[in-house]
């Protein structure tokens, strides 16, 4: 048979995503806290360390170069720069300060390395950002593995990445506000 | 940025000083961006469904017919859609959950050849060479930019379809020098998400790409 495909599922798929895309905005004041805190860890001599399990690595390394290479002309280059894994928590060990900010991602709820590594920074006084999926479970009364955790009420992996992706944007560009307003004020935070 | 000054007042209506906005102020200014940002996305996703539908579904029974007769999917971009390019041919290659595997492959993770072409020629071939020594007519190329207008994936792409394989780009903005391309026929699917922002031209083209590989999977199965 010829493959065939309609307009229609290529609508419907895309009708998918709306749910859980728009709940970020919900998240939307801790979202704002969690870029507070980071511009706060910057401001001090911080640094951003990312790592990602299997389905994550391209984001740890997008993260990166969103914060090292700003897309807004102007913006000032802020230290970032992704773990190469297996062990995250290893290398945080090896590669991070107290100082530091630990950003992990995992579509799913986080295991292993990736869980491994966000218990290792708090304890080791960094800061800690979480960008999780749902899996089959539900948000509410998940598991706190970082201080500031974003996750996304689906269980398909490619929509999880999509809001994911749209949170990090959304960090990004927040922690610049921060650090501006704390200029111009010139209140230390 | 256009529009800066509406989302974040508090960094221009007040003179800068102990006495200007306060904390809480701003967060609740901040956390409001954020809810706009989320339409804004909602929004354009919409628009690229509505204006790309029956494209989307056209171009993934070509990629399908492609990947039918042996072809193989090779994917490239700079900056963050070089992380876009390696996620494409990822999720081809090893999709997981029962889907298909499918060959695929990120001309961005051969960082050897990429740097070498780039010390000893120039940025704007690193693409174009391993297509020309590596691509059959068979194939397919992947190429996504934000802005529309990288030299490098312009040339790729270039490269790709005097090869006889098939073209798929992702843009933004207006498409820029890829709708020229497009219209010169060397793109044979272009999808360009209608904004000026970078940031969600880039969540866009994601969903884009997920939804293409779903509808290449959903082809492949109706065969």
């Given amino acids: 048979m010829v493959p065939t495909v309609t307009a229609t599922q ?26 507070y805190a980071m511009a706060d860890r910057f401001d001090a001599g911080g640094r951003l360390v990312v790592f990602g399990d299997r389905a994550s690595n391209c984001d740890a390394a ?7 290479h700003p897309v807004i002309v102007g913006k000032r280059a802020l230290p970032a720069f992704a773990l190469p894994g297996p062990d995250f928590a290893a290398q945080i060990g090896l590669l991070a300060t107290s100082t ?34 749902a899996g089959d479970g539900s948000p509410i009364d998940y598991p706190e593995v970082a201080e500031h955790q974003f996750v996304v009420a689906s269980d398909d992996p490619l929509v999880v990445k999509e809001v994911q992706v749209t949170t990090y944007h959304v960090l990004w ?17 | 940025m256009t529009g800066v000054e509406a989302l974040y007042p508090f960094l221009y209506d007040r003179p800068a000083g102990v006495n200007g906005t306060g904390l809480e102020e701003v967060l609740a200014q901040v956390a409001h961006s ?17 204006e790309y539908a029956v494209r989307l579904a056209d ?52 960082v050897a050849t990429l740097t070498a072409l780039a010390n000893d020629v120039s940025f704007e071939v690193v693409f174009a060479r391993p ?35 098939l073209t798929v780009g992702l843009a933004g903005y207006a498409g820029g020098a890829m709708a020229e391309a497009a219209e010169r026929g060397e793109i044979d699917y272009l999808f360009v998400m209608p904004s000026d922002s970078v940031h969600r031209i880039q969540e866009a083209q994601t969903s884009t790409y997920h939804v293409l590989w779903e509808l290449v999977q959903c082809a492949l199965a109706s065969a």
């Fill in chain 2, 131 to 165: 297509l020309a020594a590596a691509g059959r007519a068979g194939d397919i190329a992947f190429g996504l930019s934000t802005s529309g207008g990288s030299a490098n994936v312009l040339r790729g792409l270039a490269e790709a379809h005097r090869l006889g394989m």
């Fill in chain 2, 34 to 50: 954020t809810e706009r940002k989320v339409a804004e996305i909602d929004q354009l996703r919409e628009a690229v469904a509505a």
């Fill in chain 1, 10 to 35: 290529a609508i419907e798929a895309f009708a998918r995503r709306r749910s859980p895309a728009n709940a970020l905005a919900t998240d939307a004041d801790a979202v704002a806290r969690a870029c």
């Fill in chain 1, 100 to 133: 530091d900010i630990a950003l992990g991602m995992s579509v799913g709820p986080p295991v292993g390395a990736v869980r491994d590594a966000l218990r290792a920074a708090r304890k080791a006084g960094l800061l800690t950002v979480g960008l999780f999926g």
């Fill in chain 1, 173 to 189: 560009e927040l922690v610049h506000v921060f650090a501006e307003w704390s200029d111009r004020s010139g209140m230390s935070r």
């Fill in chain 1, 62 to 68: 997008h993260v990166v170069v969103e914060f090292v």
């Fill in chain 2, 59 to 110: 171009c993934a029974v070509a990629m399908a017919a492609r990947f039918a007769a042996g072809g193989r999917l090779m994917t490239f971009g700079n900056g963050g859609s070089s992380t876009d390019a390696s996620a494409v041919a990822a999720r081809f290659l090893d999709p997981g959950g029962g889907a298909r595997p499918l060959p695929a492959f990120a001309l961005t993770e051969d």
